[in-house]
């Protein structure tokens, strides 16, 4: 009951972080603030991976998020023009109509968030799970993970010659 | 960390804290622990980087604060970091600049977490330990980045993105030079990984499959450096074209946090490289032998600074790479070494 308790806050704080950052990710008026917020988000994410018993999760989102995804787009970022006091706001404003389309959209949501009878099982063991996901990998799901690798290197090799100077 | 939950059973009225925050107290304490001896020992590096330049260069360097060759210099920089004015430039993203050196303290303190310094002196055996240190390690780029943008100056933004380029291109081959350890233990559990080093030099991975992930240890070690940003591998800090990089905005104590992140960084990737390649805790020779008679820390320690002198060194030895030197190191000599060398560990340990 006592550990519970703890799980509890633990799980809330990291809830509040996570949504918290993501609001001022959505809503902050200057775009290096939103991009440096997702940092948290990525952060409270990883760790709720982790209070799921998914360490490996955890510990990738992290890797390839923060440390790869994050500072690629922090570079894009860095490379537009207005970073502060951006004034997003498309020059036609149809009021009415976004009004029913969110209002519509909510509503299946919220429907089916109640309807979804949710997986409330026994929380997920502590038990190791790298050597497990290494193992699928290399057995059942090989042949996603090669079209995978393959994507990766073609996009990779794609950017070396888009930026290669081009020799006469 | 057990120990500690030991030590502290015996004080008096422990055991009527309710249980909740007693499983707390031992994690805080033997953080708190791990985070004040990190600080000695940086301040202790800082002194000692001083003295091995200055020996490397035929000066004296620090001599007369506290006496004994200047030892007590670093402390009197300390509080005269501690007592300066703390500067936040006018045009700065303040909210930015102030974060900014915290999250790379961050990412230098939480990695030691994991990093056993003896047979029971850690605070967790994660048993994804080797990631999560890379998975911190990627705070500290975004706090760089972070710094380097919200002071608003033309050299901090070039150190920040020198420094995030550079860090985030050695990552690949220091992560890769890991995986000769790795696939061979079967586990990223660094506790586990020394576990499987002991019972004298000849076991530690360093001398294993030779001269396979010996290669692997020096691959690790040159991207480690400039993982940290350590000369030959300094261009996000380079004096003579960045002033000093991505801090040159930063006084006081949020430089100082840089600094010691910085130095916490030396000694997190060579208690890495001791834990993966050095035996970690363990003694050199068979305990049937010779007996252990250096406590595990403390030879885990002295392995630790043995690495740290030998970073110092390089430093004050060798010149600044430029930084098409320094892309084509990472990407064309140490990538392709280190994916041979998985190559080659891996087929040892599946077929002989």
Known sequence: ?168 | MQSIAELLGLLPGYSSIPETYRALIPVVVSCVVIFACMALAVLFAVWLERKVSAHIQDRLGPMYVGGWHGWAQTLADAVKLLLKEDIVPASADKLLFKVAPFVVFLGAFAAFVVIPFGASSFVADLNIGLLYVFAVGSLSVIGIIMAGWASNNKYSLYGGMRAAAQIISYEIPSAIAIMTVVIPVGSLSLVEIVNAQQGGIQNWFIFRYPPLVFLGFIIYFIASLAEVNRTPFDIPEAESELVAGYHTEYSGMRFAFFFLAEYANMFLVASVATALFLGGWTWFVPESVVPQFIPGPVLFFGKVLALVFVQMWLRWSLPRLRVDQLMYLSWKVLLPASLALVLGVGWVTVYW
């Open chain 1, 1 to 168: 009951m006592d550990n519970n308790l703890l799980a509890q806050i633990v799980f809330y704080s990291f809830a509040v972080l996570t949504v918290g950052s993501a609001a001022v990710v959505v809503f902050s008026k200057s775009l290096i603030r939103s991009a440096f917020a997702l940092l948290f988000t990525f952060f409270g994410v990883a760790a709720l991976y982790a209070f799921l018993g998914a360490d490996f999760l955890a510990a990738a989102q992290m890797v390839i998020y923060v440390g790869g995804i994050l500072v690629l787009l922090l570079f894009g970022v860095m490379l537009t023009h207005k970073l502060y006091d951006l004034n997003l706001r498309s020059e036609t404003f149809q009021f009415v109509p976004a009004l029913v389309v969110a209002a519509a959209v909510f509503a299946v949501i919220v429907t089916f968030m109640l309807r979804t009878s949710w997986h409330t099982g026994p929380p997920a063991s502590d038990a190791p799970t790298t050597a497990a996901i290494g193992e699928l990998l290399m057995t059942d799901y090989i042949l996603p993970f090669e079209a995978a690798s393959i994507l990766l290197l073609v996009a990779m090799i794609g950017a070396a010659m888009i930026v290669r100077r081009r020799s006469e």
